[in-house]
């Protein structure tokens, strides 16, 4: 049996304590009593009870999940389309190519240049229509863009490592191309597809640089009101709020992580 | 016309037909990546060489104003600022992957080496901050830097700060809060390589008296090459364009070019610099991306 330096094991604690004490600092603030700086003043969930008589708290909460919802069901729809299209037809290697950097486009460019794109974009389409003026249907829009690529790449990996037997099978079997993409061919990618659409879900939630670029007065999401009110200064009831939104990330995250393992 | 047929997965069809169920299935999905990203991108890069009218409008004159303003001449003469924030850009970009690549590789040493049981107990916990949402892990260093707690006494008693104060916003809390948001980022693809790692290459390397620098040198990095440059770029080229964490950490006092361009997009209203601006970041990413890919070759030969 191997043994590991008494230094890595030292380091690799460090490193841990690096990750998780602000965390748990937020943590462990979100349940105390005082309401001005960072003294223990005795426990209390006050806070998390106040986050749900606040307004403008669950009007977030509401965009946020309604933010999700919709661009993580249009992005696995597309997402999915696109993947079957890319790796089941004959594509000559040039378009190929093409495709591939189209899609590899959202996860290698800092989202930064993405959401200042798409500003650009939306202000030219305000000439045409009243309906791209910041609010929450531009950040669909912008969510989905990036959510796409995520879904069809982890897609597209469980259509290869699926290989094509069992298709070649139902076609000789006289399966008609209907058929067969309902009753072979989707349900075995169904894993890639749950993956996928976990995957862009968590991504929305996370996402804060293209919320913060499309949003408007009224479309307020979670992420960007802890940024607003971080910035006018850090208070408990902010705490409990981002603690809430810790644990549904590690309720996500260890959900999909079984998910993908059971697979 | 000669059609051609072949067989595609156990189907006798045409080229021509199988190419247009094909397009069937791409258009969606392809027609809003062009609509929404691809032309986007190709009017922020029309856009940087328009004007900012009086009111922060867009005037359609096109020249090279802006790109001189990013290289420092403006209307007082040349400076630097600009160009001092891209290189600080890269610079800290720079930094936060490097420690963030020295502390990886403990982390992911300690973690491979856990029974299996365990082991994936550690790596959820290095994939849950992955997943948090970075304002919130930005600004929870708040709480680690406020003047009450013992890291801000610490640096009081040692004259660093004035007591009573806290330890952001700064460089230092920029750099730390860079690290702790990147280092899942190389943590991550790092471990798949140490986990496939051949010890007895190792051992090898050990048992002829290598010294430890060359059995890491040697032994251990040409291994673990492959995930190891996955996350330097999943970390670079992020990091140039962050601005969640300067802004939150680092203040008026450490801006990097995502506040430049967030601030060109937000109070100042000038959509025409900050596409410019925006050019130059895509610059500097398509460089890494040319530097990664040309490496990641030499890898391959290395290995």
């Not at chain 1, 995520?150 to 058929?179: K, M, P, W």
């Not at chain 2, 072949?6 to 094909?22: A, D, P, Q």
């Not at chain 2, 059995?215 to 673990?224: D, E």
């Not at chain 2, 450490?254 to 209203?269: D, E, K």
């Amino acid at each position: 049996m191997r043994r590991t330096h008494p230094l890595v094991t030292i380091l690799a604690m460090f490193t841990m304590a690096f990750l998780y004490l602000p965390l748990m600092a937020v943590a462990v603030f979100s349940v105390n009593a005082t309401k001005y700086g960072l003294v223990w003043r005795g426990f209390t969930l006050d806070w998390y009870l106040k986050l749900f008589h606040n307004e403008v708290i669950l009007n977030a909460a509401w965009n946020t999940l309604v933010l999700a919802v919709v661009s993580t069901i249009v992005s696995t729809i597309l997402g999915t389309v696109l993947a079957i299209g890319m790796d089941r037809f004959p594509w000559s290697k040039r378009v190929n190519t093409f495709l591939d950097m189209v899609l590899h486009l959202p996860v290698v460019i800092p989202d930064i240049i993405l959401a200042a794109a798409l500003v650009v974009a939306f202000g030219l389409l305000r000439m045409v229509s009243s309906m791209f003026e910041p609010g929450l249907l531009n950040m669909i829009i912008g969510h989905i863009t990036f959510q796409i690529a995520f879904v069809a790449l982890v897609v597209r990996s469980r259509l290869v490592s699926l290989g094509q037997e069992i298709e070649e099978a139902a076609r000789d079997l006289f399966a008609s191309t209907g058929y067969l993409l309902r009753r072979v061919t989707l349900p075995l990618l169904l894993p890639g597809i749950v993956a996928g659409g976990m995957l862009a879900f968590t991504l929305s939630l996370d996402d804060f640089v293209i919320s913060f670029f499309t949003a408007g007065p009224e479309s307020v999401t979670l992420p960007l009101y802890i940024f607003a009110a971080v910035r006018r200064g850090v208070t408990p009831q902010i705490h409990a709020l981002s603690t809430l939104v810790l644990l549904i990330t590690v309720i996500l995250v260890v959900g999909t992580e079984r998910f993908s393992r059971r697979r | 016309m000669k059609r051609k047929m072949l067989v595609w997965y156990g189907e006798l069809t045409t080229t021509r037909s199988l190419i247009k169920r094909g397009l069937l299935f791409l258009s969606p999905g392809m027609l809003w990546l062009l609509a929404f990203l691809v032309l986007p991108g190709l009017v922020l890069v029309v856009v940087s060489f328009a004007s900012r009218g009086a009111y922060g409008e867009l005037v359609w004159e096109f020249n090279l104003e802006n790109y001189k303003r990013l290289a420092g001449f403006g209307i007082f003469g040349w400076s630097a600022d600009y160009l001092v924030i891209v290189w600080r850009s890269v610079w800290v970009a720079l930094v936060t992957t490097v420690l963030s690549v020295v502390l990886s590789y403990p982390l992911c040493f300690f973690i491979a080496r856990r029974p299996e049981r365990t082991r994936y107990l550690w790596l959820t916990m290095v994939i849950i901050p992955f997943w948090t949402n970075m304002v919130i892990r930005t600004y929870a260093w708040f709480l680690i830097l406020a003047p009450e707690l013992p890291f801000a006494r610490l640096a009081a008693m040692l004259g660093l700060v004035s007591p009573g104060s806290p330890l952001y916003p700064s460089a230092f809390a920029v750099y730390l809060g860079m690290v702790s948001m990147f280092l899942p980022f190389v943590a991550l693809p790092l471990y798949s390589s140490v986990e496939r790692l051949d010890w007895e290459l190792v051992e090898a390397a050990q048992d002829l008296y290598a010294s430890r620098l060359r059995v890491f040198t040697q032994a251990i990095l040409p291994q673990t090459l492959p995930g190891l440059s996955v996350g330097v770029i999943l970390t670079f080229v992020p990091a140039m364009g962050m601005f969640v964490v300067p802004d939150l950490l680092g203040g008026a006092k450490y801006m990097l070019v995502g506040n430049l361009i967030q601030q060109q997009f937000g109070a100042s209203r000038d959509w025409a610099f900050g596409a410019a601006i925006s050019m130059g970041l895509m610059v500097l990413t398509m460089f890494s991306l040319y530097l990664y890919r040309r490496k990641s070759k030499g890898a391959e030969v290395l290995v």
